[in-house]
């Protein structure tokens, strides 16, 4: 059993989420919300702490289609951040909709409009946890 840590980057926010490879269930953690980056690796580096994973889970957005666009290669370079400084294996998982479904499942809940503000990108990181487990490798 180990341990995924799951993140939904942003440029202003990052959502994480957690799940274990023992049951295959991705649960949301919290959205990280620092301008700085220094403040936001920091923040990074308490919940690899915390959680010890075994592997880091990075949504790659696209657009439908499949095309790669500004997004895509921040998210790249985020992955490749994370390696580095943390020296864990990174994979990287398709994203599309998972911020729809998200804000869908917020709305489900209750949660509508800009309440969802606080929630979504833990939620979309969850969402992207839950595509990783889900999906069978190849």
């Known amino acids: 059993m180990s341990t995924i840590l799951a993140f939904d980057f942003g440029e202003v926010r990052i959502g994480v989420a957690t799940g274990s490879t023992e049951i295959g269930i991705a649960t949301p953690?919290?959205?990280?919300?620092?301008?700085?980056?220094?403040k936001k690796f920091a923040r990074i580096?308490?919940?690899?702490?915390?959680?010890?994973?075994s592997l880091l889970v990075v949504g790659l957005p696209c657009y439908l289609d499949g095309t790669e666009h500004d997004m895509t290669r921040m998210a790249r370079r985020f992955a490749n951040r994370l390696n580095g400084r943390f020296s864990?294996?990174?994979h990287l998982v398709d994203e599309?909709?998972?911020?729809?479904?998200a804000s869908s499942a917020l709305n489900e809940t209750?949660?509508?409009?800009?309440?969802q503000k606080t929630a979504l990108d833990q939620v979309?990181?969850?969402?992207?946890?839950q595509?990783?487990?889900?999906?069978?490798?190849?």
């Open 29 to 38: 953690v919290e959205t990280i919300a620092f301008e700085e980056n220094d």
């Open 45 to 53: 580096e308490a919940l690899i702490k915390e959680w010890q994973p």
């Open 88 to 90: 864990l294996p990174v």
């Open 96 to 101: 599309r909709l998972s911020s729809a479904a």
């Open 110 to 115: 209750g949660l509508k409009g800009r309440k």
């Open 124 to 129: 979309a990181a969850m969402q992207i946890l």
């Open 131 to 138: 595509t990783y487990f889900d999906t069978p490798p190849v």
